[in-house]
């Protein structure tokens, strides 16, 4: 058997490495390797494959913690993570009494259906000790039988489980504008399946949604395993920075710039927001630094949509490019003044 690749080794990191630093290395390789920017190149594509299951176990908390404990043995061939009844019972719920738990083996049972004897089992008491009495696993066994909690048999097989599984996510990112991220956004996407090719759907990026938060594509990801759903296909969402805007939380901060005379003397001046132009009353004897706030100008909640934030925004002198001698004379006549 082909021995795989460590996770850790795959995407360049340490073991300790944190979430920021999996992200990065992800994102790097992935660019490197993608199929987009390898058309016909195999073993690239290959690469890509490594890199997007590292990433996928290692970015997920609950994944990294199994892999860490377990290794691969931890994930069934479609890359989710095995039932909890496997690691409660050392690698299984069927494991050998007195065997050695790291050796991961189902046990087979046999049982007698005839009943009478000290070797028949109560196959709900069985079960149930293990599942806890609920339905919903398969079970076939060699003489057959059915009813015992959700278990059905089936004539002349060998006697295992097959759970229903989810398939694995996958995961990838997208960068949109500040401005976007205010009203929401649809944006057309491409991305490698799991066969290999190539998809473009159309996605709707929710008015709200900050640096990382994730749209879910349900059904987008790997198939599901014995009849179990697809997995989803989670969108990371990324916003770029912004020169006029900066956000914080909900709400937004940015600067104008007013005359000394509108500071001095009062008057009416246009601001910038991400919902357009808006005109604000600057007070008489204003001074530079203070901060007007327009309220329910920020960013909309990404669940309350009635909840917004707010926009404050920083007054700053705008000195004008050249003055006039009979300027200079008036500014010099109200220096002596004290103004």
Request: glycine share 14%; net charge positive; proline share 4%.
């Amino acid at each position: 058997m082909v021995k795989r690749k460590d996770c850790y080794e795959i995407l360049g990191i340490s073991r300790n490495a944190d979430e920021a630093a999996i992200k990065k290395a992800y994102r790097k390789l992935a660019k490197k390797y993608h199929p987009d920017t390898n058309p016909g190149n195999s073993k690239a594509e290959e690469h890509f494959k490594e890199v997007s299951e590292a990433y996928n176990i290692l970015n997920d908390k609950e994944k990294k913690k199994l892999y860490d404990q377990y290794g691969y043995d931890a994930f069934d061939d479609s890359g989710n993570p095995r039932p909890e009844e496997w690691f409660k019972y050392g690698g299984g719920p069927f494991r050998q009494a007195g065997g050695d738990n790291d050796n991961f083996q189902y046990r087979e049972f046999h049982f007698n259906p005839g009943g009478g004897g000290q070797g028949d089992v109560d196959l709900d008491d069985l079960f149930g000790s293990f599942f806890g009495g609920q339905s919903g696993a398969y079970y076939s066994g060699r003489n057959g039988f059915g009813g015992f909690n959700g278990f059905r048999g089936q004539t002349g097989g060998r006697q295992r489980q097959t759970f229903s599984q989810k398939g694995q996510d996958v995961h990838a990112q997208i960068q949109i504008a500040l401005r976007e991220a205010a009203t929401g956004c649809d944006r057309m996407i491409e991305y490698t399946d799991h066969t290999g090719a190539s998809q473009t759907l159309k996605v709707h990026i929710p008015a709200g949604i900050a640096s990382g938060g994730k749209v879910r594509l349900a059904g987008k990801g790997y198939p599901g395993k014995n009849g179990g759903k697809a997995g989803d296909l989670l969108l990371e969402v990324e916003l770029a920075e912004d020169p006029v805007f900066e956000r914080k939380g909900k709400d937004i901060y940015s600067t104008v710039r007013v005359p000394y005379s509108t500071l001095i003397l009062g008057g009416q001046v246009t601001v910038d927001t991400l919902h357009g132009p808006v005109n604000c009353k600057i007070r008489e004897g204003t001074r530079a630094g203070s901060k007007i706030r327009l309220k329910g100008k920020g960013m909309p909640a990404l669940k309350k949509k009635d909840k917004t934030g707010d926009q404050y925004v920083t007054v700053e002198v705008l000195m004008p490019a050249k003055v006039s001698e009979e300027t200079k004379r008036k500014l010099r006549e109200c220096a002596a003044e004290g103004v």
